[in-house]
């Protein structure tokens, strides 16, 4: 479906941009420019795929699911052929979040889509629809957004560009429609156990959604369209939604009986069978939240990513304050955090070329490098295991799940042994890359374990694909005993993962 006009056959210009949002219901793609620093939809295509309808109660995708999927991927990876890889980004959500074969999925989808799919968080996920209606449509005082998708759906209250309170809850149309109004039946019962289950699903946050209070409540995507639609259809709002209008709704739907026989203006017959639960979503939230009008805004997710895609262009990245917040939280040493970090970066200039790094693997592995100590006020001798759990499962607004489950994992096996074992499969990432970044990681530390600015002289490394070379003047080393001593610790660790570290000299310092 081309929502606004054909694709450009050639993205010449260098703004050109596309965001790819892989839905539990639907795959939609958009593809936009950069003009006087705006964003400007050039192209649309939604593909309904219902993903979250392949998804069982054991969390494993269909095969017929994953078919349908890597079907739609190809479409858009033929669209998507003139783009650079960093022009696209392709953002994945609660399905592929929560099922236990989505590494399948990933991997069959590099055979038919070149471009690398990113699965974020639920509260990723809010952030970018709550960005993508504040650029849409500017309001002065605080609101609340809400976006009921296949399988969750988001809330966020914000102000401004600035969202306050983010959350996911596990409830989508999708998936409540398989579950209360299978093969299409309605009754009054089957909605009022789905708008229980809602409100059971949303009273963990009703409280701090309105402490935080709003003076505006959206709706974004298709669900909220649909019923949008409808109910000025039938007359019974011209603009806003309002609480009487979706139980007079409901009571219609109740009295046909079947999704099936629905002819409502509005509604398309692939929305037909989510109309329902859907409308038992919404009514919860109504409800529970106790809101009096809701709006509804053409923008979402996908105009999230982009608007952050743009800003990442212009060097704005929101990743760049996660990080400093979550360093001030946990009261890092900065002058050590810039010592290491300057160290690794330092290495990884050297080896680049070699190991084939990105400037996106400098940026993972300089963050990685700034909150290695951040559990540290936990407990010093286990300091990277508290620190990699406090990365794994803190809040970091801009990272993607792959990349805080790499960050994660480095400052994990930053010292003593490395587990191969227990790094997590990525698929962003190959295993190569992790070993080399952390290589990295463990020699910026082990070099800079004095905490001090004048200790370390001149040096330089040299790589291979499976070693490096460490050049340290012999004089110096010979008067760093205890350097030496963890350099040799330090050989032995990395040849138990079959890397191989020369430190030219050290065996005269410290006999092998």
């Not at 300091?383 to 801009?398: E, F, R, T």
């Not at 001593?485 to 660790?493: H, R, S, T």
């Amino acid at each position: 479906m081309n929502d606004i006009s054909p694709a450009p056959e050639r993205p010449d210009n260098q703004a050109y941009m596309a965001a790819v949002d892989l839905g539990s219901n639907s795959f939609h793609m958009v593809i936009a420019r950069v003009v006087d620093g705006d964003i400007q939809l050039l192209h649309r295509e939604k593909q309904k795929v219902q993903l979250a309808e392949g998804l069982n109660e054991q969390l494993v995708l269909s095969e017929e699911a994953i078919e349908r999927g890597l079907t739609v991927l190809a479409q858009f990876a033929d669209t998507l052929t003139p783009f650079a890889p960093h022009s696209v980004r392709v953002i994945a959500t609660y399905t592929l979040r929560r099922a236990r074969n989505s590494a399948t999925f990933l991997r069959r989808a590099k055979a038919v889509f070149p471009f690398p799919i990113e699965v974020i968080s639920g509260q990723e996920e809010a952030r970018f629809i709550y960005q993508g209606v504040a650029h849409f449509e500017h309001f002065s005082g605080r609101r609340l957004v809400l976006d009921i998708g296949g399988g969750s759906t988001e809330f966020a209250i914000g102000e401004g560009l600035q969202p306050l309170r983010l959350s996911s809850r596990n409830m989508g149309c999708v998936s409540y429609a398989l579950q209360h109004f299978p093969q299409g039946r309605i009754s009054e019962k089957r909605f009022n156990r789905a708008i229980l289950q809602a409100e059971q699903e949303l009273e963990p946050i009703v409280s701090s959604f309105k402490a935080a209070g709003w003076q505006q409540a959206v709706g974004t995507s298709g669900t909220v369209k649909t019923i949008r639609d409808i109910i000025t259809g039938m007359g019974l709002s011209h603009n806003a939604l309002e609480l009487e209008h979706l139980l007079a709704l409901k009571q219609h739907l109740i009295e046909q009986e079947n999704s099936y026989q629905l002819d409502l203006p509005g509604l398309t017959d692939d929305r037909k069978l989510l109309i329902c639960s859907g409308l038992a979503i919404l009514i919860a939230a109504f409800q529970l939240l106790q809101i009096d009008q809701l709006i509804y805004i053409d923008a979402a997710l996908r105009e999230g990513v982009l608007y952050e895609m743009s800003d990442r262009l212009q060097h704005l990245d929101i990743r760049e304050h996660s990080v400093a917040s979550m360093q001030r939280r946990y009261d890092v040493d900065m002058a050590q955090a810039a010592r290491v970090s300057d160290t690794a970066l330092m290495l990884f200039s050297q080896v680049r070329s070699k190991w084939h790094l990105t400037d996106e693997d400098a940026m993972l592995l300089g963050w990685a490098a700034t909150l290695y100590e951040v559990g540290l006020h936990i407990n010093s001798s286990g300091v990277q295991k508290h620190s990699a759990y406090i990365l794994q499962s803190a809040n970091l607004p801009g990272f993607n799940q792959e990349q805080q489950q790499l960050i994660a994992t480095l400052v994990r096996f930053h010292r003593r042994k490395i587990r191969l074992e227990e790094m997590p499969a990525f698929s962003l990432y190959q295993l190569s890359q992790v070993v080399h970044l952390l290589v990295l990681l463990r020699l910026a530390v082990l070099l800079n374990q004095k905490r001090r600015d004048d200790f370390l002289p001149q040096f330089s490394v040299i790589a291979d694909m499976q070693a490096l070379q460490l050049d340290l003047s012999t004089d110096w080393l010979s008067k760093q005993s205890l350097l030496a001593a963890d350099l040799l610790q330090e050989q032995k660790a990395l040849k138990k993962i079959a890397f191989v570290l020369d430190c030219p000299g050290l065996t005269d310092v410290v006999p092998a």
